[in-house]
């Protein structure tokens, strides 16, 4: 159902009252997540990416000096890469929670000597989300377009088509970074003869 069961110990075994064996299993990571709006980041961002920059390697590089063409073309593979690891990366996905998880030693000691007079149920660093209806910490929103919970979730960015969080923020700012310097490049290639 999607849901973490947090106490999910071992338990008797039916019938000889011996514990149950209980493995370590590691859990599944996620590898590639294509967000909500992917047919944004496949039919439209790319397509501009790819267009201009074909633009540019048709019409401008040609006859350009080697040092001008080698970071052209690493500004321009990099900003490919980081969109690809932005779009198809987990931007930090939680699992849903029905119960807080139990809170670490040090910490309960702190919760219980801080009081907070306008939300007494809101003790802790588990917090419920009625949208999500499961909990979640304190730096983590549900996010509504996506359907999840997503960790340090910044906002939801339909050029890269999926959330951004805390797992894929460091290669949104450098797709944003290098939108910016490939296009002033691309700019300067194509308008350098015309001047």
Known sequence: DGF?????????????????????????????????????????????IFGVSGVT?????????????????ILTLQLIRSLFNTGFRDPGILRRHRDPPPVPDD?????????????PRQEG????????QSY?????????????????FDHTCPWTGTAIGKKNMGPF????????????MDIFLLTANAI
């Open 4 to 48: 973490v069961n947090d106490d999910d110990d071992e338990a008797p075994h039916a019938g000889n009252g011996r514990s149950k064996r209980t493995r370590l299993v590691r859990r599944r990571e996620l590898q590639l997540v294509v967000g909500p709006f992917w047919p944004m980041l496949l039919f439209v961002t790319y397509p501009l």
């Open 57 to 73: 390697l048709w019409r401008a590089i040609p006859g350009k000096p080697i040092y001008v063409q080698a970071v052209w073309a």
């Open 107 to 119: 910490l309960s000691e702190e919760l219980t000597t801080r009081r907070v007079l306008f939300r």
């Open 136 to 152: 979640r910490p304190r730096s983590a929103m549900f996010d509504p377009d996506t359907r999840v919970i997503v960790e340090e």
């Open 125 to 132: 660093p588990w917090r419920w989300s009625d949208q999500a």
């Open 173 to 184: 700012q450098r797709f944003v970074g290098l939108v910016f310097a490939c296009l002033i």
